[in-house]
């Protein structure tokens, strides 16, 4: 509560002090259905998507305990883990989006183009670092949670497999965020579905059913090659009405 107060302060503070190109006066805040509407078709999909994440880690966890307890603390660990290497391409998406969005109304093309390549190769190139941390030392990185020889043995081929699926996730991740901003907000929904439910859990489930734990790690790198073709697919769809 403290961090959340903290940052509403100080993101009033700049915007009243120093973001002189907005004047912000609570009298003119007027609701408009029509505005509103245009917000949450936008934020719709993303309030969704976060959704389906809770949804695939609590049906993934199900899948996990039949195999042991461990191997659900690995899922937990993996989560920490990525999240080091997946929030500096949130972080560059938020940069990414209002120039894809403003150029899209500015009608220019090339930028936009421009600036997807950019970002699709600087996250191809923060997940590079990603995989071959998880591939070159899974077990240093289990250790900083006091893995035990059980949990190495579980976590080293978890870390090392799903981490495959690194360099299909930045095109897809980068992707979805062009695709809300250009307006074209469900797509981005679309892709997350196939990926966390329809591909990724019927594939860890069915892999469960060899009996090996090891198969399991690999509906990851099989959802995000799914999402990937489906993600290219309505990429082509979304670039054709750049034709300005």
């Known amino acids: 509560m403290i961090g959340q107060i903290t940052s509403m302060l ?3 503070y700049l915007n009243l002090r120093k973001n002189h190109d907005i004047k912000l006066n609570l009298k003119q805040v007027i609701p408009d259905r029509h505005i509103l509407a245009q ?3 936008v934020a719709i999909p993303s309030i969704l998507m976060v959704s389906i994440g809770s949804i695939m880690t609590f049906l993934m966890n199900k899948i996990l305990i039949v195999f042991s307890s461990t191997a659900v603390a690995v899922f937990g660990i993996y989560f920490k883990l990525q999240s080091f290497i997946f929030m500096p391409i949130f972080g560059l998406n938020n ?3 209002p120039i894809v969005a403003f150029n899209y109304g500015a009608r220019k093309k090339d930028r936009i ?3 997807m390549k950019l970002s699709v190769l600087a996250a ?4 590079m ?3 071959a941390a998880f591939q070159f030392a899974p077990e240093w990185l289990l250790l900083l949670f006091d893995a035990s020889d059980n949990m190495l043995s579980i976590g080293v081929p978890a870390l090392r497999t799903i981490s495959l699926s690194f360099i299909f996730a930045s095109f897809n991740i980068v992707t979805g965020s062009v695709f809300q901003a250009l307006g074209d907000a469900f797509y981005s929904l679309l892709v997350s579905i196939l990926r966390q439910l329809v591909v990724l859990l019927p594939s860890a489930y069915l892999l469960s059913l060899t009996g090996v734990l090891a198969n399991v790690w690999y509906c990851f790198p099989i959802a995000e090659i799914f999402s990937t073709i489906l993600t290219i697919i309505l990429l082509r769809k979304v670039l054709r009405k750049l034709d300005f």
């Open 10 to 12: 100080l993101g009033l």
């Open 39 to 41: 917000i949450y078709t």
């Open 95 to 97: 940069g990414m989006v």
């Open 113 to 115: 183009v421009g600036t």
């Open 124 to 127: 191809c190139a923060i997940m």
């Open 129 to 131: 670092i990603g995989l």
